[in-house]
């Protein structure tokens, strides 16, 4: 299916065709036309393959049709949980909407809110913005959401995770009561299909993976090591292999800081990513790494939500997170709109069971190896089976080459 048979206007044909989109990706050939019937669309679809044209391209074209307004008013708000995420999405927003007369702005904490207040007296149509500035500029009578016709939840999962619930209702009390709504994310959770109950009018359900649910070009490879080599191991994996792109996850700040440095002690250019980041220095760091004068990124989760860098081949999950889902999240930075990536984590005695855990959200069993030199002290112990007759066989060994190369299988 072509863009043309969407139902999309010109102007923005022109401008899909000037980013270089040749046919819809399955959610935008799915999501786009419930959009434009004015649909409530409860929509999910793994990581990287095209949520935010899904639905910022139909409300373009919603919001261009017919008499427009003399003043212009807030009349589509989008909702996301990170700054990061905000900013990639008005930048869709704005290239989308090169040949139309329409004014689309992004307000988030952790910079100066002045810029945002001028912009906002000036007037626009769409609105991304993250919870917190968004209720802050509200309260302080810079912004109305008396217009609204189109509101967009972007990652409504994350937003639980990280507590905007209470915020999202408090938003919700001061939109009109009719209006279209739609509700994107990769994954779905039983706490956001009530949710989306509370605030959806008979949504039409759209799907084009299965939930938890990863790229099929991400090639998966794990490696076991002692916690404390594993700094070593992954300057090695990054310098003898020559990556020279890199985004690579920490659990905490502290740790994201501290392997930072280290690989610049090792000639390896890096920055880190996270929280206690100025959004100045986040952006910075961002930028950098996406033009090639940054090699490795060191991230928190922060990064593992919407950030997209065009055909980055390599994500090292330094330490699993303890949610599973957020390795889908982590490694769909990886393997993007039907590019091939790589999925490389270090485990730990310590982080067995967050793996196992994984394993059985993906109903996979991830690959592993030992690189010599690297071979762990530690080593989790197999667990006794009762049932020794009913044991399936273990046919691993031959598929993973365990008798060449001095590889050894992470047995579990």
Request: aromatic fraction near 6%.
């Amino acid at each position: 299916m072509s863009f043309e048979k969407l139902g999309l206007s010109q102007a923005l044909l022109q401008a899909i065709d000037k980013k270089g989109y040749t046919q819809p990706s399955p959610i935008q050939e799915k999501a786009i036309p419930e959009v434009l019937n004015r649909r409530d669309v409860l929509a999910s679809a793994q990581t990287g393959t095209g949520k935010t044209a899904g639905f910022t391209l139909p409300i373009l074209q919603l919001l261009s049709e017919g008499e427009q307004p003399r003043k212009r008013t807030i009349r589509s708000l989008i909702l996301t949980p990170t700054r990061e995420l905000a900013a990639q999405i008005y930048d869709n927003v704005r290239e989308y909407s090169e040949f139309l007369d329409i004014r689309s702005t992004v307000i988030f904490g952790g910079v100066n809110q002045n810029p945002q207040v001028r912009t906002l007296r000036q007037g626009v149509d769409i609105l991304i913005a993250t919870p917190g500035r968004l209720l802050d500029l509200h309260n302080q009578k810079a912004l109305s959401l008396s217009n609204v016709e189109i509101l967009v939840l972007d990652e409504a999962d994350r937003m639980l995770d990280m507590g905007f619930l209470r915020d999202i209702k408090k938003i919700m009390a001061l939109l009109p009561s009719k209006r279209q709504n739609l509700l994107f994310s990769a994954t779905f959770s039983k706490e956001i299909k009530k949710m989306s109950g509370e605030f959806l009018r008979n949504p039409v359900l759209v799907e084009a993976t299965p939930e938890n649910t990863t790229a099929e070009k991400v090639d998966h490879m794990i490696y076991l090591a002692d916690k404390g080599d594993k700094t070593a191991l992954t300057i090695k994996l990054i310098s003898e292999g020559n990556w020279t792109q890199v985004l690579v996850f920490t659990r905490t700040k502290h740790g994201a800081n501290r392997l930072s440095e280290k690989l610049g002690k090792k000639g390896i250019s890096s920055a880190a990513i996270h929280g206690n980041k100025t959004q100045n220095a986040r952006t910075r760091a961002l930028a950098g790494f996406k033009n090639g004068e940054i090699r490795v990124l060191v991230a928190t989760d922060i990064a593992a939500r919407g950030l997209d860098i065009p055909l980055l081949p390599y994500v090292i999950n330094f330490e699993l997170p303890n949610i599973s889902e957020d390795y889908v999240h982590r490694i769909g930075r990886t393997g993007r709109a039907g590019a091939s990536g790589n999925a490389i984590s270090l485990v730990c005695i310590d982080e067995y069971e967050y793996l196992r855990g994984i394993e059985k959200l993906l109903n996979q069993k991830l690959p592993s190896e030992i690189i010599p030199g690297y071979e762990p002290v530690d080593k989790p112990e197999p667990k006794a089976d009762k049932k020794q007759n009913n044991r399936r066989p273990n046919n691993r060994s031959s598929r993973d080459g365990n008798a060449s190369g001095g590889r050894k299988n992470f047995r579990r």
